[in-house]
């Protein structure tokens, strides 16, 4: 088919499982998803989602609890999805290539059900002895099985997901989206990108992060072909080579891949089956469309996109062929559809035109809030509001939030996030004087490097890379460590700090002098820390 899929805005309102059934019946016969030599048509995805809901289903018996999904291979993790939603289950998805300790800490966290492995990963699961979840090893069930158990019926509201956050502060937090909530996400980006059935979607992210999940949905409920593809254990050279054989029409990719791509092709290069390509999630600049534009055939769409775990897409602009662009950064672009953008000041009041302001993002379809943490997503979602009475009535008391360097001076790449850990900042200095009076002190902790899994996955090096890199790039020669967070938090709530408030207190061993840059190095994706020569020029492809 060459013509869009209609994707209406009442479908949004309904469920994943609803709208995937109804591009199945359109196209059955058509690729869903390709993974190395195996392919699996809309029809076969189906069939073999149900067979592996029904296999949840008779193996978990808890309808509230979550199906946690531990499996190497993007394939089954496709179809493990699909069968979790069929099943009426909040499934987890987690990343395979984290450390066995993380997995755990999740594991325990979203107190799953059951865990669906395979033979590699089933491996993993038998080295946490602590670890009572069930599991569901994927040899174990038969694809081409009929099932016959009872459909779950799931609507808009419905919860289909965790997202674990970096846990930078200490603990991992889930993020939990809705149906109507991945529905409507998947929806904007299929319009944006203009998603249809002949085309070859190539994602470079896993499932296990809202990006590589937002991929998946945006080709499978649009009756595009899904294809994966892992840069960290194939390389940037493997990547333009696959693109070429696969002949990848729509390549969705983090900015930094996309210069390590150009950087290994061969001069004079171009990727011809490219019609559009959706980047994001750092910093686009002018040097870098060019780059692209270089590559990529003439008439190529490039779509930069930002947005946050517990808001999903936030913002797109579209790059035209030809399309003259300013200087430096490329603009953060036009909210989505279903999402108001706010400029506030510090009394949370809309600024005027041309002011500067912090932003606020509102929308029906934002994360439903943080798994089992109720205190989370009132203190996040809802403000501080939720202490300020009891606190009056017990004469006093201490409020600590966690905000983040990059709400003191914002970092490349990180829009969002930068934009929402300075409202933190504001909204504790709003807080402290009108709360002061009542002796109710209002401080958040601005933490820096720390060293987690989310910086050294995917370094050379691991961990101690992590470690040595922090260490000589800033004033304390030692990477950040939760500890240090904690014991700002421990002074902050004692008696000692009975008369700070108001105040962004920075743990970073020095990084908030100015004296670090937070950069990507070409060779591995995790991100590297420099003393820079010059800090007001973009990143440069090598």
């Not at 390709?34 to 149900?50: F, H, K, P, V, W």
């Not at 949840?56 to 999904?69: D, G, V, Y």
């Not at 009572?132 to 009929?146: F, M, Q």
């Not at 469309?289 to 490039?302: H, T, Y």
Request: net charge neutral; hydrophobic share 40%; with cysteine.
């Amino acid at each position: 088919m060459d013509e869009p899929l209609a994707f209406t805005a009442d479908e949004v309102e309904r469920s994943l499982c609803e709208r995937f059934a109804k591009v199945a019946s359109v196209c059955p016969s058509a690729a869903a998803i390709a993974a190395g030599t195996r392919r699996l048509s809309y029809a076969q995805l189906d069939r073999s989602s149900d067979a592996v809901a029904g296999a949840i289903l008779l193996k978990s018996q808890a309808p509230e609890a979550p199906i946690a999904l531990l499996l190497a291979d993007p394939l089954s993790t496709t179809i493990a999805m699909l069968a979790a939603w069929k099943a009426g289950r909040l499934c987890v998805p987690l990343d395979a290539s984290v450390p066995p300790r993380r997995i755990e800490a999740m594991l325990r966290d979203s107190d799953a059900a059951l865990v669906v492995t395979d033979l590699e990963t089933s491996a993993v699961l038998s080295s946490l002895p602590e670890v009572k979840t069930r599991g569901l090893r994927w040899d174990e069930v038969d694809l081409a099985a009929p099932s016959d158990l009872p459909r779950a019926t799931a609507t808009a509201e419905t919860l289909a997901a965790l997202f674990y956050t970096s846990g930078s502060t200490g603990r991992p937090k889930a993020v939990i989206h809705s149906h109507g909530s991945l529905l409507n996400c998947a929806r904007a980006f299929i319009q944006m990108l203009g998603v249809q059935p002949a085309d070859r979607f190539g994602t470079l992210s896993s499932p296990s992060f809202m990006i590589g999940l937002r991929d998946m949905l945006a080709a499978l409920l649009s009756g595009a072909a899904l294809l994966p593809f892992d840069p960290r254990s194939r390389g940037s050279r493997a990547l333009a080579e696959w693109i070429d054989r696969e002949e990848i029409s729509v390549l969705s990719a983090v900015t930094s891949t996309l210069r390590h791509l150009v950087t290994a092709m061969p001069p004079g290069k171009r990727l011809p089956s490219v019609r559009c390509v959706r980047t994001g999630s750092e910093q686009v600049f002018h040097q870098d469309v060019e780059q692209f534009r270089e590559r990529f055939r003439p008439d190529c769409l490039l779509v930069a996109t930002y947005g946050a775990s517990e808001a999903s897409g936030i913002t797109a602009y579209r790059v035209t062929s030809g399309a003259s662009l300013p200087a430096g950064r490329v603009p953060a672009g036009h909210q989505f559809e279903g999402v108001e953008l706010l400029v506030l000041d510090n009394d949370l009041r809309a600024v005027e035109c041309g002011r500067q302001g912090e932003v606020a993002v509102r929308s029906r379809y934002l994360a439903s809030g943080y798994w089992r943490r109720p205190d989370l997503t009132r203190a996040v979602f809802l403000g501080i509001k939720y202490s300020i009475e009891p606190m009056r009535k017990a004469g006093g008391g201490s409020i600590i939030s966690t905000a983040s360097v990059a709400g003191l001076k914002p970092a490349a790449g990180l829009h969002a996030y930068s934009a929402a850990k300075a409202a933190v900042v504001s909204l504790t200095q709003s807080a402290a004087i009108e709360l002061g009076h009542d002796r109710i002190r209002v401080n958040c902790i601005c933490p820096g490097g720390i060293v987690t899994p989310l910086v050294y996955r995917g370094m050379r090096g691991g961990e101690e890379d992590a470690r040595r890199n922090m260490a000589r790039a800033q004033p304390i020669p030692r990477a950040g460590k939760p500890e240090d967070i904690a014991a700002m938090a421990t002074f902050l709530a004692s008696d000692e700090a009975e008369w700070i408030t108001g105040t962004a207190m920075v743990v970073d061993g020095g990084m908030n002098t100015g004296n670090v840059r937070i950069n990507f190095a070409p060779g591995f994706s995790g991100p590297s820390f420099q003393r820079p020569d010059r800090t007001s020029e973009p990143p440069r492809s090598r």
